[in-house]
């Protein structure tokens, strides 16, 4: 079974640009997150979409994040414009059923200078 | 409310044990715990629910005290592999898939 993927794994911008990431879950998994992990701290969610459907985006800045989930399979996630402390490892993860293991994706590192 | 994890390094011996704590001041409804190798995802270990029984599978298990809102992760005969940052991640609610809410990790550093 393939697992989640993501692309790019790596990004470097200038602040204030504008950065996309992708992400395809596992094939059928329904529940769909965006974890963003700075350096030595544990991941932090920012969103979480049922189908197509977002179900919690409380800690996502939306004044410079975006996301989407188009036909409830993959996912783009977006900043625009990137700040400094956005630099980070944003992870992507999806889950098939309840009380289920997340299956995370390898990652996209983001730095931003 | 990020649940806080003790302690925050260990340095082992292969062989021998280790027990990491995570503690929560909400009450908890369920708790995950993910190990994450450098440069790479996390990777799940077990869910612990609330009104579950304790879990284990080889020599890594985990308790789950909801009175305490809190779990421990037991590693017991510790191998080169268990190296890596431990996670737990903690849901308040019961719905099941919610996204989680991770702490701080302790690293685990396993010498031969």
């Known amino acids: 079974e393939a697992g989640v993927a993501q692309s790019p794994r790596y990004k470097i911008i200038e602040k204030r640009q504008s950065v996309a990431f992708w992400c395809n879950p596992i094939?059928?998994?329904?529940?769909l997150y965006w974890y963003q992990q700075i350096l030595g701290q544990g991941p932090k969610l920012l969103i979480q979409?049922?189908?197509?459907?977002?179900?919690?985006d409380s800690q996502l800045p939306k004044d410079r994040f975006s996301a989407e989930r188009l036909k409830g399979v993959d996912s783009t996630l977006k900043i625009q414009p990137a700040k400094l402390e956005d630099s980070a490892v944003y992870l992507c993860?999806?889950?098939?059923?309840?009380?289920?293991?997340?299956?995370f994706g390898p990652g996209t590192r983001l730095t931003v200078l | 409310q990020q649940p806080v994890q003790s302690p925050q390094a260990v340095i082992l011996r292969e062989g021998e044990d280790a027990v990491i704590n995570c503690s929560s001041s909400?009450?908890?409804?369920?708790v995950h715990w993910y190990r994450q190798k450098h440069g790479e995802a996390p990777v799940f270990l077990m869910i612990l629910l609330k009104g579950g029984e304790q879990k284990g599978h080889d020599k890594i298990s985990a308790s789950f005290n909801e009175k305490k809102q809190q779990s421990s992760l037991y590693l017991t005969a510790s191998q080169l592999s268990y190296s890596g940052t431990y996670f737990c991640g903690t849901s308040p609610r019961g719905g099941g898939a919610d996204g989680l809410t991770f702490g701080k990790g302790t690293h685990l550093i396993i010498q031969p």
């Open positions: 094939s059928g998994h329904a529940t």
């Open positions: 993860a999806s889950t098939l059923t309840t009380y289920n293991e997340q299956f």
């Open positions: 979409f049922q189908n197509n459907g977002v179900v919690d």
């Open positions: 909400k009450a908890l409804y369920s």
